[in-house]
């Protein structure tokens, strides 16, 4: 793989030959504004990091969380194009500088999370479930294909992200190649062989229905492919994955410590192992307020982590371009030990909290309910109208229009009207998902105001 074209500034739909502006934003930047101004990144303020939002403290969203990730990716991008630009002078030629590679990784964390449903991994769990474990679900399987049920059994927010991207719906995003390419964390199908050694493997990153357009896309960019439907990483990728990694590890902790899940001395000692040589206890205690002492070793925490992550991605880099390195840049830091036993204590002290644990099981059964709601009026309307009854029918007019014009495309699968309820059911933010659950099942109804 080679650098020229896996910054392609091109985007699905020219009609010309993308080139790099000239402009003072960039096409690269251009992809990160689009983000931020789009509808399905608003919607990230009312889904759930970790923590259902307390009343006495405030605690991350996916939202703040993706704007967290892209700063630190942008860092991340920036320090490394900057070292890139002199291994590779060619890139300079063609007028690439060290802020496009800051936009490219800026762009794509902004969007890691996008296809993310309600309620975070139990949302995803309970998408599959329904496909899985329930009757009505199961009883699909003998009406698609062996690669559309993978993708259905298996509800993946990646591939789901890279469907929000390049869903006419959605045309304003067009985003480039580049920023496509970074974003994709794992490139392949989800009925694509899994190779369990490589980490870009261990997950899918397209449906079936997306895999034309990933193909083309990882053409233009020169991917290398690993076999039917599966490519090695865009380079960048590794960058995006560390931001998050680098985020979700500490911020998580924070938040735990903020919330009385950890010790603030636990929290400091596990920070201070990251910090190393600049931790120094005595300017930290000077203050009373644990919130500006934990904000400070956050702030030391995160910068040693980004320049521990650069300095690998570079002294990687060849190995990445050809594909011989596949693993997460944190996992092989010297900081990787300290992160591990972060990771070990967030699992025991946060992840499996009560407050957490309530709020999966509740996900769970919201969006479980939901799906079987949905996907069968679905159905019935449109495969099996002598059984369209009409609780089906009030339940199928509660779709927003543009998922009912989608749903009336002709002509349609029943893949495909599936995956149109799974793009409704997964935009849902938690408090819409929970209304509408209130509202199916009765337990509350819309009061009409006089």
Not at 260 to 285: C, F, W
């Amino acid at each position: 793989m080679n650098w020229l074209q896996l910054l392609s500034p091109k985007r699905f739909g020219d009609k010309t030959e993308a080139t790099i502006s000239k402009d003072s934003r960039s096409r690269f930047e251009q992809d990160y504004d689009r983000l931020i101004f789009s509808h399905p990144f608003r919607k990230l303020q009312d889904k759930t990091q970790v923590f259902p939002l307390p009343e006495d403290d405030f605690v991350h969203t996916r939202l703040t969380h993706s704007l967290e990730v892209s700063s630190v990716g942008r860092s991340l991008g920036k320090a490394v194009g900057e070292r890139l630009l002199e291994k590779h002078p060619e890139l300079s030629e063609k007028g690439f500088t060290f802020y496009d590679f800051g936009g490219i990784v800026a762009a794509a964390s902004l969007a890691h999370d996008l296809g993310n449903p309600p309620f975070g991994h139990s949302g995803e769990s309970a998408i599959s479930s329904f496909f899985t474990d329930h009757p009505k679900g199961k009883a699909f399987q003998q009406q698609v294909d062996p690669a559309e049920w993978s993708d259905l059994i298996s509800f993946e927010g990646n591939a789901q992200g890279f469907r929000i991207l390049n869903d006419e719906e959605n045309s304003a995003l067009r985003l480039t190649f580049a920023s496509l390419g970074a974003f994709t964390k794992y490139p392949r199908s989800s009925s694509a062989p899994k190779d369990q050694n490589r980490k870009s493997q261990k997950k899918y990153g397209f449906y079936k229905s997306d895999s034309k357009k990933f193909a083309e896309l990882a053409t233009e960019m020169g991917l290398t492919p690993i076999g039917e439907e599966a490519w090695c990483r865009h380079p960048l990728t590794f960058l995006v994955e560390a931001a998050d990694d680098i985020c979700y590890n500490i911020i998580d902790l924070e938040d735990g410590c903020r919330l009385g899940l950890v010790p603030y001395e636990t929290t400091r000692d596990l920070m201070a192992a990251i910090i190393g040589e600049k931790y120094q206890q005595e300017k930290l205690e000077r203050s009373r307020n644990v919130n500006q002492k934990i904000g400070l070793l956050r702030a030391l925490a995160i910068s040693q982590l980004i320049g521990e992550c650069v300095d690998l991605f570079l002294e990687k880099e060849e190995d990445i371009r050809s594909g011989a390195f596949d693993g997460a840049l944190t996992e092989h830091i010297p900081s990787a030990e300290a992160l591990q036993a972060i990771t070990t204590l967030s699992i025991e002290k946060i992840y499996r909290s009560k407050q957490v644990l309530e709020r999966e099981a509740g996900g769970f059964e919201v969006i479980g309910k939901l799906m079987e709601a949905f996907c069968m009026a679905t159905y019935h309307k449109f495969f099996d109208k002598e059984n369209y009854t009409p609780r089906m029918k009030s339940i199928f007019r509660l779709l927003p229009d543009p998922f009912q014009d989608k749903l009336e495309q002709e002509p349609i699968t029943i893949y495909d009207s599936l995956l149109i309820v799974m793009d409704f059911i997964s935009s849902l933010t938690d408090s819409h998902a929970i209304k509408l659950y209130k509202t199916i099942y009765g337990f509350s109804l819309p009061v009409s105001k006089a």
